[in-house]
Each structure stands twice: as C-alpha cells, then as structure tokens.
C-alpha cells in the first residue's frame, strides 16, 4: 500500500495533507504527492487517497466505488435535539423561515441559515430538483470532532466557537455505541448549546475528512481504515494497539 497525496510546488496541498504525509512517513507507508492525472492514476486500488473531497470522490468513482451520505444516520437522531427533514430545492420556498439548509450531495453549496429568501443566492444555479436537508436553527457555542476507528473513540477535537465550553463525553460515548454498524473510519461532530446541551451537529465519512488537531499516525490510520472497507482491499494498520 502507498499513500497518494495531493500536492503542489512538491509540497503536501494543505494542513491535512501535510499531516497524512507526516503520519504516514512516521508508520513506514510510501507517500507520492501528485498533482498531476498521470500521477494520480499511478495508484492501485489498495492505495489510500488524499485530498479534497472532489478529488478523493473522483478516485472512488473511477474505481466504481459511491460512498453513502452518512450525514444524520437514523440510527442518531435522538442525538439530534432538533427537527431534521429532508426537501427538494423547488420546495424550499414552502419552509417556514428561519432554518437552516444545506445540500444532501456534499459541497454542492454552503450550508447556511435562511433568515430571508435573498439567502438563497448561494442555490441560485443549481438543479430544481437538488435535495436539500432542513433543519431547525440551533446556535451552537461549541463545536467539536469525535474521531471514531472500527467504533472506537480515537481522538475529540475542538474546531469552533468557544474552547471552554466542552462537551458531554457520556452523550458521545451514547451515540457511538448507539451507532454499531458506521464505517470502520468516521466522525461524529458535536455541539454544545447555550443551555449546555450536548447535540449531534452532523456525521462525516472517513474517507475524506478533516484532522482538526488528530494525531498524525491515528488520523492515517482511520482514513486508511475507510479506504480499504470502501475499496474491499485489506487494512494493514487493523491489528495495531492503541
């Protein structure tokens, strides 16, 4: 297995590039920075990938591989605290303002708070038939990644907000063990409310996902971990010891 990482200027592309690159080297794993198609198509298939969510979406692809939207599995809604519901774009207009709205299919558009129909300029190109997910408007004052390996806790870091005001690691504990069948490498990203509520904020697959802070060697590992459950290929970091 090697790493292919997305480069530029013989450098990795950003901070979570630089930071796979570091973890893999410090575990023995071959890194090639590409930037390139040829580069890039270099890559067999037990080859992990990284990069944005673009780029790791094209290598899915061209191996015949969709991932499935893990953004608020059913298995967690009661971990939600809030309304969640899903819609068509062509619909939005039948909400009731204010909520929040963001696209199913990942990066398509910004998420944002729809507080007047002007807000919708950002959607303004898109597909009609776009689903969009809804919800109602919770103001989080913390926010947090819970980094989760074969359903294990590996790691929380802080991303948003308020540093001091941390979250309720036994509502995370709840909704890991609440969740036994997520992918070998995921994310769970909490918030704290400004009644100290502990809410599930979205969940994030781990074939493309952010280090927020996460050790090197452990962010590789849970991102090696999903490429290889996705590609069927074997997770050569799977018998390591925390």
């Known amino acids: 297995m090697r790493a292919f990482i997305h480069g530029f200027r013989g450098k990795p592309y950003n901070t979570d590039c630089r930071i796979a690159a570091d973890g893999f080297q410090k575990l023995g794993v071959e890194t090639v920075l590409f930037t390139t198609n040829e580069e890039f198509d270099m890559r067999n298939p037990e080859d992990v990938v990284v990069g944005g969510t673009i780029i790791t979406w094209h290598a899915l692809n061209q191996r015949g591989i969709t991932a499935e939207s893990f953004d608020y599995?059913?298995?967690?809604?009661?971990?939600?605290?809030?309304?969640?519901?899903?819609?068509?774009?062509?619909?939005?207009?039948?909400?009731?303002?204010?909520?929040?709205?963001?696209?199913?299919?990942?990066?398509?558009?910004?998420?944002?708070?729809?507080?007047?129909?002007?807000?919708?300029?950002?959607?303004?190109?898109?597909?009609?038939?776009?689903?969009?997910?809804?919800?109602?408007?919770?103001?989080?004052?913390?926010?947090?990644?819970?980094?989760?390996?074969?359903?294990?806790?590996?790691?929380?870091?802080?991303?948003?907000?308020?540093?001091?005001?941390?979250?309720?690691?036994?509502?995370?504990?709840?909704?890991?063990?609440?969740?036994?069948?997520m992918p070998a490498g995921f994310a769970l990203d909490f918030g704290v409310t400004k009644d100290g509520r502990t809410l599930l904020v979205e969940a994030n697959d781990g074939y493309s996902l952010g280090a927020y802070g996460l050790e090197a060697t452990l962010y590789v590992r849970l991102l090696t971990a999903r490429w290889a459950e996705l590609n069927g290929t074997e997770d050569i970091f799977k018998s390591f010891k925390e």
Not at 128 to 153: A, M, N
Not at 154 to 179: K, T
Request: net charge negative; hydrophobic share 40%.
């Open 73 to 181: 599995p059913e298995e967690l809604m009661e971990f939600c605290g809030r309304k969640i519901w899903d819609t068509k774009l062509k619909d939005i207009k039948k909400e009731t303002i204010p909520f929040f709205m963001k696209p199913v299919e990942d990066k398509l558009a910004p998420a944002i708070v729809v507080h007047s129909w002007e807000d919708l300029k950002p959607y303004a190109l898109l597909d009609p038939k776009t689903e969009i997910h809804c919800s109602d408007v919770v103001e989080f004052i913390s926010e947090w990644r819970c980094f989760l390996l074969y359903g294990r806790i590996i790691g929380l870091e802080f991303y948003y907000g308020d540093q001091n005001e941390p979250c309720d690691r036994s509502v995370i504990e709840n909704a890991a063990q609440a969740f036994p069948n």
